[in-house]
T-cell receptor
Framework: DAGITQSPRHKVTETGTPVTLRCHQT?????MYWYRQDPGHGLRLIHY???????DKGEVSDGYSVSRSKTEDFLLTLESATSSQTSVYFC?????????????FGNGTRLTVT | SQQGEEDPQALSIQEGENATMNCSYK?????LQWYRQNSGRGLVHLIL?????REKHSGRLRVTLDTSKKSSSLLITASRAADTASYFC???????????FGTGTKLQVIP
């Protein structure tokens, strides 16, 4: 799947604990994105990155932070997990090509906060 | 609130019929894209239309864009059971390529 690996694939954690999700790409794409998907909401953008150390907030960034210290890795951290952050998290990458800008998605991480 | 909203939320049609999904968005865009998702897997890119284009075709897909109304539609012609999936529009905005998605349309094609 376009050289994108999300880890872990599944995680159960307790309220108040920190959690880090990892997105790793082998495509050397400049742009990386973190989304969460919940029933009735589609995909909502959490944070995105347009280069190493360059990140910006999305629609639902409260309670989340990100880091991108190298091109291939984009980390999403929940500083203190809450039950409302139970969701499926998707990472996506992209690079402008021939006037197009398709996103390629990872297989998702299912996070449950108890 | 989300940038895009899709309509209808769910659509059920017979195989061979056409399916039309609509997307409305709120702010100016660089381009608009449509994606498909099967059963909670990652999304797959279908087609992109630039802000200066009005219509685009790809196989059985036809996309229109009306920037004055901030809306787009996706038409799938001669639908097949394998087209059963959720479909999402996505808008690309700004110089840093912020990409936000609509709420999706769940399409069921009945054999």
């Amino acid at each position: 799947d376009a050289g994108i690996t999300q880890s872990p694939r599944h995680k159960v954690t307790e309220t108040g604990t920190p959690v880090t999700l990892r997105c790793h790409q082998t495509e050397n794409h400049r742009y990386m994105y973190w989304y969460r998907q919940d029933p009735g909401h589609g995909l909502r953008l959490i944070h995105y990155s347009y280069g190493v150390k360059d990140t910006d907030k999305g629609e639902v960034s409260d309670g989340y932070s990100v880091s991108r210290s190298k091109t291939e890795d984009f980390l999403l951290t929940l500083e203190s997990a809450t039950s409302s952050q139970t969701s499926v998290y998707f990472c996506a990458i992209s690079e402008p090509r021939d006037g197009g800008f398709p996103l390629h998605f990872g297989n998702g991480t299912r996070l449950t906060v108890t | 609130s989300q940038q895009g909203e899709e309509d209808p939320q769910a659509l059920s049609i017979q195989e061979g019929e056409n399916a039309t999904m609509n997307c409305s968005y709120k702010t100016s865009i660089n381009n608009l894209q449509w994606y498909r998702q099967n059963s909670g897997r990652g999304l797959v890119h279908l087609i992109l239309i630039r802000s200066n284009e009005r219509e685009k075709h790809s196989g059985r897909l036809r996309v229109t864009l009306d920037t004055s109304k901030k809306s787009s539609s996706l038409l799938i012609t001669a639908s097949r059971a394998a087209d059963t999936a959720s479909y999402f529009c996505a808008t690309v905005q700004g110089g840093y390529q912020k990409v936000t998605f609509g709420t999706g349309t769940k399409l069921q094609v009945i054999p």
